[in-house]
């Protein structure tokens, strides 16, 4: 019962400060657990401090931390036996709204570990509780346990009541509109995450073990959390397996890492934490923010995007620093200089963390690189320090599986693969199975190839280019195999130009026609032996759209263009030889007859504009300009003739067909019916 009552009313600004804590104190309302319990450890580390100074006669007995539900009565009490209040200690740090007690008490003992720096902490009850009270009894000699109680108003109760045990015990009534709090699956949820750390026991109700078909209570607490987790111990001290373990609880469903890094400053500022290098998959959102990020053991965030830099968002594990400012925005967090400076030193730890593996043990280095790969190129093209930094220890590896730094690749292929500008042309692959047929190709002239298949490589390879500008990457089936590197050797090819013309007018008639895709047809002086069609994808264009896959460099233009693919004709070829006698055959004379009348209908048009063109616009005649829009609209419509004889004849000639659907077979680019239409054609001619 609480004895000699007095009424008072808070020490704020407002009247209307409740709702304004309840709408805008934090953005998320199961912080006020995280504040609540990490006011409790704030105030038994006060008492421990003052016990180790001499200036308290309390004694300390057991500092466990207790939190309590009544699901029945909707109220949830979190109770300490830390420093405690006196009455006007209430009324300053409680009552008088704009003090937190631990600034005071951290400019009196400067040395101390105390959390602190809480602010508003204790009023963030009133954003999930209508009524909040709390008792009581200050470590101080003599003192009297107080009972404080407020509804919600600016108004309060304050007044002596029974209390035995030193420390406070604060009592949230859940409100309805926050009933989700009133449950113990949800504090239970909410003390895992934010609390599973903090260096004073908590415990929450006792453990229960099944007994006889149901859960018994076995009368012994349920500590809650690791008052000492491996982070804050020192690293000499820590077992390997110790270390794989604590990933493991941080990490229940991940591979195991690869390595970790543990780091411990204290000066200029206060580090420590522990971060592990994951096996990355190639996709980078799905791996982000995995780093717990802690203030002296109290869980701050685990989307750190923006504290630290971009790439190293890719790590797991755990960074704490009482230098890194609690319950502040995040674009403040990120002008902070003490967390620049952090993140600063991360990066160097993790730059070195590398090179150390790289020099001490290349081997091992080379075993981990497909895993580390993703993390170092996300690092080189985000951080140009560490890219500075990893310049010597980024690995290629090639599609016989062999890794090279990027300067020995550079230096293995310069007389093999150096072009008449006396370029150095890297070839590469991003999918050594999809584009088999493109690597042995190249293999066969004697080029090596590279493995190049992360969703960074664009990024990555534009950075390689810019940085030495005698070398250039170019994908393995950008372009036909013998002008992936150009010599100043010429081929000659069969075909002349009026037979290429027909060629590819009959292929016209077989092409895909898809929305959001091109095909062109070209022509190529390749050997007889090499493969009669070829699909080819533009280096540049189709780099560009990987790169606004991707996002970033301002390409997102180029992803809204089309995909364009080139049909490359081996002109050279016997088949396509043979194809061309099938075609002229397939379409008589009338395919000479209109071919002749568009080279005499040309020539008709090259008179009539030479007569023009020797005239003032004044001086052409009506019928001069009639006669030549007339001669004009017949060698349109002759041109049109001949396109569809020639599609006629592409469609009717199953060659044309198989030789196109082979080539896009050879590239991944034959699926769903067409994929199914080989497969019958395929068939037939065999029965054939």
């Excluded at 990020?293 to 109290?298: A, G, I, K, M, S």
């Excluded at 940085?467 to 195999?481: I, L, Q």
Aim: glycine letters at 6%.
């Amino acid at each position: 019962m609480t004895q000699n009552q007095t009424n008072g009313t808070i020490g704020v600004t407002t009247e209307n400060i409740f709702p304004i804590i309840k709408k805008f104190l934090y953005s998320d309302h199961e912080i006020f657990l995280r504040e609540l319990v990490s006011n409790a450890v704030d105030a038994t580390t006060k008492v421990q401090a003052l016990a180790r100074m001499g200036e308290t006669k309390s004694e300390l007995g057991d500092l466990t931390i207790n939190i309590s539900i009544d699901e029945a009565a909707k109220t949830l009490t979190i109770s300490d036996k830390g420093v405690g209040m006196t009455k006007d200690e209430v009324e300053k740090y409680i009552n008088q709204i704009a003090f937190s007690g631990a600034g005071e008490f951290m400019e009196k003992y400067k040395d101390q570990n105390i959390i602190g720096h809480f602010g508003l902490g204790f009023y963030s009850a009133f954003m999930v509780a209508d009524k909040v009270e709390f008792k009581s009894l200050s470590h101080q000699e003599g003192a009297t346990a107080v009972h404080w109680s407020c509804d919600g108003s600016p108004t309060f109760s304050l007044g002596k009541c029974e209390k035995a045990e030193r420390g406070t015990e604060i009592t949230l009534h859940i409100s309805d509109d926050s009933s989700e709090f009133g449950a113990k699956a949800k504090i239970e949820e909410l003390l895992k995450k934010y609390c599973s750390f903090l260096p004073v026991p908590i415990s929450f109700g006792n453990k229960e073990e099944w007994k006889d078909g149901k859960m018994e209570d076995t009368g012994e607490l349920n500590i809650i959390n690791d008052t000492t987790p491996l982070w804050t111990k020192k690293p000499a001290d820590i077992k390997p397996e110790e270390y794989d373990n604590f990933y493991k609880e941080l990490y229940p469903m991940s591979d195991e890492p690869l390595f970790n890094i543990h780091l411990n400053v204290d000066y200029p500022f206060e580090l420590t934490g522990i971060l592990y290098f994951p096996k990355l998959k190639n996709n980078i959102e799905l791996q982000k923010n995995k780093i717990q990020l802690y203030c002296n053991q109290v869980f701050v965030t685990d989307s750190i995007e923006g504290i630290v830099p971009e790439f190293l968002t890719l790590l797991h594990g755990v960074i704490d620093s009482p230098d890194i400012p609690l319950n502040v925005s995040r674009s403040y967090l990120q002008s902070d200089s003490n967390v620049k400076k952090i993140s600063s030193h991360i990066t160097k730890k993790v730059s070195d963390r590398l090179s150390d593996l790289f020099k001490s043990s290349r081997d091992e280095y080379e075993k981990k690189w497909d895993d580390l790969k993703l993390f170092i190129q996300y690092g080189t093209v985000s951080n140009e320090k560490f890219s500075e930094r990893m310049e010597e220890f980024t690995l290629l590896k090639s599609s016989d599986s062999k890794y090279y730094s990027i300067s020995e690749y550079a230096e293995m292929i310069k007389e093999n693969q150096t072009d008449k500008s006396d370029k150095i042309v890297h070839i590469y692959s991003s999918d050594p199975v999809g584009q088999f047929s493109y690597i042995e190709a190249a293999k066969a002239k004697g080029y090596d190839v590279l493995i190049m298949d992360s969703p960074l490589e664009s990024h990555f390879i534009s950075i390689l280019e810019r940085k030495n500008e005698n070398w250039t990457f170019v994908r393995v089936d950008s372009n036909v195999v013998e002008k992936l590197i150009e010599k100043d050797i010429d081929q000659t090819m069969a075909l002349s130009a009026d037979q290429q013309s027909i060629i590819s007018g009959a292929m016209q008639g077989v092409l895909p026609v898809e929305s959001g895709v091109n095909y062109s047809v070209e022509f190529a002086a390749m050997n007889q032996a090499d493969s009669p069609v070829v699909i080819t994808q533009n280096e540049f264009m189709r780099r560009m759209k990987d790169m606004s896959k991707v996002g970033g460099g301002g390409m997102s233009f180029y992803g809204e263009m089309p995909e364009s693919y080139t049909v490359v004709v081996n002109g050279n070829h016997p088949l396509i030889v043979q194809t061309l006698s099938e075609v002229e055959k397939a379409s008589g004379s009338e395919l000479q007859t209109v071919s002749e009348n568009i080279v005499k209908t040309e020539g008709e048009l090259k008179t009539i504009e030479q007569l023009i063109g020797s005239k003032k616009a004044d001086e052409i005649s009506a019928e001069e300009k009639e006669q030549k829009d007339a001669i004009s609209d017949k060698l349109s419509g002759l041109s049109t003739q001949k396109t569809d004889l020639l599609k006629q004849a592409g469609i009717k000639n199953t060659t044309i067909g198989q030789l196109i659907d082979l080539a896009m077979l050879s590239s991944g680019l034959l699926k769903g019916e067409k994929l199914q239409n080989f497969i019958k054609r395929s068939v037939e001619m065999i029965k054939k």
